[in-house]
Protein backbone atom coordinates (compact mmCIF):
# COMPACT_ATOMS: atom_id res chain seq x y z
CA UNK A 1 0.00 0.00 0.00
CA UNK A 2 1.43 3.26 -0.97
CA UNK A 3 0.80 6.65 0.31
CA UNK A 4 1.94 10.17 0.24
CA UNK A 5 0.57 10.81 3.38
CA UNK A 6 2.65 11.18 6.75
CA UNK A 7 1.67 10.11 9.67
CA UNK A 8 2.09 11.75 13.15
CA UNK A 9 1.44 9.73 16.99
CA UNK A 10 -1.51 11.75 18.65
CA UNK A 11 -0.70 11.64 22.47
CA UNK A 12 -3.78 13.29 23.39
CA UNK A 13 -5.95 9.78 21.49
CA UNK A 14 -3.35 7.60 21.72
CA UNK A 15 -3.57 7.36 17.68
CA UNK A 16 -1.32 7.36 14.29
CA UNK A 17 -2.91 10.14 12.69
CA UNK A 18 -2.43 11.38 9.06
CA UNK A 19 -0.52 14.79 9.89
CA UNK A 20 -3.34 16.84 7.82
CA UNK A 21 -5.78 15.63 10.22
CA UNK A 22 -4.08 16.09 13.23
CA UNK A 23 -3.28 20.01 12.15
CA UNK A 24 -6.64 20.16 11.32
CA UNK A 25 -7.67 19.25 14.71
CA UNK A 26 -4.72 21.59 16.43
CA UNK A 27 -6.24 24.74 14.24
CA UNK A 28 -9.61 23.80 15.76
CA UNK A 29 -8.76 23.60 19.41
CA UNK A 30 -6.82 27.00 19.00
CA UNK A 31 -9.46 28.58 17.21
CA UNK A 32 -10.82 31.82 19.61
CA UNK A 33 -14.24 32.60 20.01
CA UNK A 34 -15.28 36.05 19.96
CA UNK A 35 -18.51 37.38 21.45
CA UNK A 36 -20.24 40.49 20.69
CA UNK A 37 -21.81 42.54 23.92
CA UNK A 38 -24.54 40.41 24.35
CA UNK A 39 -22.97 36.99 23.91
CA UNK A 40 -23.71 36.15 20.54
CA UNK A 41 -20.55 34.34 18.65
CA UNK A 42 -19.19 36.95 16.04
CA UNK A 43 -17.51 35.41 12.74
CA UNK A 44 -15.53 37.14 9.69
CA UNK A 45 -17.73 38.94 7.29
CA UNK A 46 -20.68 39.63 10.31
CA UNK A 47 -21.92 42.87 10.25
CA UNK A 48 -22.14 44.64 13.74
CA UNK A 49 -24.12 47.54 15.07
CA UNK A 50 -22.44 49.40 17.98
CA UNK A 51 -24.23 49.72 21.12
CA UNK A 52 -22.80 53.32 22.39
CA UNK A 53 -20.74 56.01 20.51
CA UNK A 54 -17.09 55.70 20.30
CA UNK A 55 -14.38 58.33 20.02
CA UNK A 56 -11.83 56.77 17.59
CA UNK A 57 -8.29 58.20 18.44
CA UNK A 58 -6.17 59.76 16.15
CA UNK A 59 -9.19 60.53 13.32
CA UNK A 60 -10.78 63.31 15.01
CA UNK A 61 -14.38 61.43 14.88
CA UNK A 62 -16.80 60.41 17.02
CA UNK A 63 -18.73 57.01 15.70
CA UNK A 64 -22.31 57.54 16.99
CA UNK A 65 -24.41 54.61 18.84
CA UNK A 66 -26.19 52.66 16.01
CA UNK A 67 -23.92 53.23 13.58
CA UNK A 68 -23.38 49.82 11.62
CA UNK A 69 -19.96 48.12 10.56
CA UNK A 70 -20.27 45.97 7.66
CA UNK A 71 -18.28 42.86 7.01
CA UNK A 72 -15.75 42.72 10.34
CA UNK A 73 -12.67 40.82 10.23
CA UNK A 74 -11.95 38.71 13.71
CA UNK A 75 -8.00 38.87 14.77
CA UNK A 76 -7.08 36.18 16.76
CA UNK A 77 -7.79 38.14 19.79
CA UNK A 78 -10.69 37.15 22.22
CA UNK A 79 -11.85 41.24 22.45
CA UNK A 80 -10.75 43.01 19.23
CA UNK A 81 -12.06 43.31 15.60
CA UNK A 82 -11.09 44.54 12.88
CA UNK A 83 -13.32 46.88 10.61
CA UNK A 84 -13.39 49.18 7.69
CA UNK A 85 -15.58 52.08 7.83
CA UNK A 86 -15.66 55.43 5.33
CA UNK A 87 -13.00 57.29 5.80
CA UNK A 88 -10.88 55.61 8.82
CA UNK A 89 -8.38 52.83 8.08
CA UNK A 90 -7.53 50.21 10.30
CA UNK A 91 -9.93 50.66 12.61
CA UNK A 92 -9.91 47.91 15.41
CA UNK A 93 -12.85 48.04 17.97
CA UNK A 94 -13.68 45.79 20.86
CA UNK A 95 -16.24 43.52 21.05
CA UNK A 96 -18.17 44.55 24.13
CA UNK A 97 -19.07 47.59 22.19
CA UNK A 98 -20.72 45.91 19.09
CA UNK A 99 -24.14 44.20 18.73
CA UNK A 100 -24.34 41.02 16.10
CA UNK A 101 -26.93 42.35 13.51
Do not use: H
Not at 52 to 73: C, F, P, W, Y
Request: hydrophobic letters at 40%; aromatic letters at 4%; proline letters at 2%.
Amino acid sequence: MSTDEDYVYDEASGEWLPASELAAQRAAEDAVEVRDAVGNILADGDAVTLIKDLEVKGAGQTLKQGTLIKSIRLTGDAQEIDCKYPGIKGLVLRAEFVRKR
